[in-house]
Structure formats: structure tokens, C-alpha cells
């Protein structure tokens, strides 16, 4: 396995259910981050970890959960979501830590969510 | 509010013509830009990125910037239909910190 990886690819689960998204790298990168992708906006920056700690919290609600148990892998665990937080869900890894600006970011293919 | 205006198009060009992509940055202390390309439900691939004014060539694309205006472009030369897609800008702030902010893309459409 190559690059960013992310599971499930795609998700739906009712309001009061707990899941949890899971992304691994494969590029020895030191950063990893959640993004959300909803249709006609931006993407959105979640989460930034750099060597394993929590740089950037974007103003998410507490029912995303982020973590990080290593440099390779990041989690995002959900529970009580509302219809508006079906989106694509994208992790991407950097190489550098915290503090570089050339750091070029790679996306895994991301993972659907429905929330009904 | 940090903002990055990208026209949401779609742009559309004739096969073997010319693209131009166009992005413009609120933040005058941002220092390093990104080109994705995202085909319709998939993730952004990078395409390019600048960090200097002025041209950056790869292949069939040329990034180009401009810190005093607050511009940066993307040009791609002998389109192709596969380069149909739609361009994300992404800029990264200054002042540390790995933080990119996204334009909401601009969708091209090559026609043959």
C-alpha cells in the first residue's frame, strides 16, 4: 500500500450512532490533517498533527473527535452527527512538522459520509 | 477572515488551446501557493506549487505569481479532455504553521 489511505470510502450512519474514520500514510510524512469537502464550499481545515501532537483546531464541534496514537496513523471518531455533516471527509499528510511553510499536503481518496 | 477567490467557471477551451486558471489572496504575508486537481469524486492531486514571484514551469503546466497583486495563475498548455477537472488554489499563511486555505475551485472543461 502507497500513499494516503482511507477506510471505510464510504459511510452512513444515523444520528445517534458512533463511528469512527481512520487514515493511514505511507510516506514517513511527519503532519497529518482532516479536511472537510462539502459540495459548493471550500474545503475546510479540521484538524493539523505534527509529530503526533495536536498543532490546529479548527473550531469543530466536539462530536469529531480527532487522533493521533502515531505519525502514520489519525482517526476521527464521530458520534451524534446532524444531516449537515454528510461531506467527504479527507485526510492528507505533509512531510514537514509544525511551523513549515513548503510543506506540500497529499490527499487520501476520502471518505463519503451520510448522516440520516 | 483569510479568503482565496477563485471564479467557479466552468472555464471552457478547445483541445490544444491554452488555460488559464486564476486565484487571488486576502493575506499579503502568505507565503508558499498550490495547484490541486480534482476530478469529479476523487480526492485533490497536486499538480504544482510556487513559492517565488514570478514563473514556474512543469511539463504542460505554468504556474505563475505575483505577491504585490496577490495573484497567483496556473496555466496549462495543449489542453487535453483529460485535464477536464476542477483546480483548487491553495495558499499558506505566513507566520508558521502548516495551515493551507482553499479557494472553492474553478471547473475546466476541454472540449474536443
Known amino acids: 500500500e502507497t500513499g494516503v489511505t482511507q477506510t471505510p470510502r464510504h459511510l452512513v450512519m444515523g444520528m445517534t450512532n458512533k463511528k469512527s474514520l481512520k487514515c493511514e500514510q505511507h510516506?514517513?510524512?511527519?503532519?497529518m490533517y482532516w479536511y472537510k469537502q462539502s459540495a459548493k464550499k471550500p474545503l475546510e481545515l479540521m484538524f493539523v498533527?505534527?509529530?503526533?501532537?495536536?498543532?490546529e483546531n479548527n473550531s469543530v464541534p466536539s462530536r469529531f473527535s480527532p487522533e493521533c496514537p502515531n505519525s502514520s496513523h489519525l482517526f476521527l471518531h464521530l458520534h451524534t452527527l446532524q444531516p449537515e455533516d454528510s461531506a467527504l471527509y479527507l485526510c492528507?499528510?505533509?512531510?514537514?512538522?509544525?511551523?513549515?511553510?513548503?510543506?506540500?499536503?497529499?490527499f487520501g481518496p476520502g471518505t463519503r459520509l451520510t448522516v440520516l | 477572515q483569510k479568503e482565496v477567490e477563485q471564479n467557479s467557471g466552468p472555464l471552457s477551451v478547445p483541445e490544444g488551446a491554452i488555460a488559464s486558471l486564476n486565484c487571488t489572496y486576502s493575506?499579503?504575508?502568505?507565503?508558499?501557493f498550490f495547484w490541486y486537481r480534482q476530478y469529479s469524486g476523487k480526492s485533490p492531486e497536486l499538480i504544482m506549487f510556487?513559492?517565488?514571484?514570478g514563473d514556474k514551469e512543469d511539463g504542460r503546466f505554468t504556474a505563475q505569481l505575483n505577491k504585490a497583486s496577490q495573484y497567483v495563475s496556473l496555466l496549462i498548455r495543449d489542453s487535453q479532455p483529460s485535464d477536464s477537472a476542477t483546480y483548487l488554489c491553495?495558499?499558506?499563511?505566513?507566520?508558521?504553521?502548516?495551515?493551507?486555505?482553499f479557494g472553492t475551485g474553478t471547473q475546466l472543461k476541454v472540449e474536443l
Open positions: 498533527y505534527s509529530l503526533e501532537e495536536r498543532v
Open positions: 493575506d499579503r504575508g502568505s507565503q508558499s
Open positions: 510516506l514517513g510524512h511527519n503532519a
Open positions: 492528507a499528510s505533509s512531510p514537514g512538522g509544525a511551523g513549515g511553510l513548503y510543506n506540500e499536503q497529499f
Open positions: 510556487i513559492y517565488s514571484n
Open positions: 491553495a495558499v499558506n499563511e505566513g507566520g508558521g504553521g502548516n495551515k493551507l486555505t
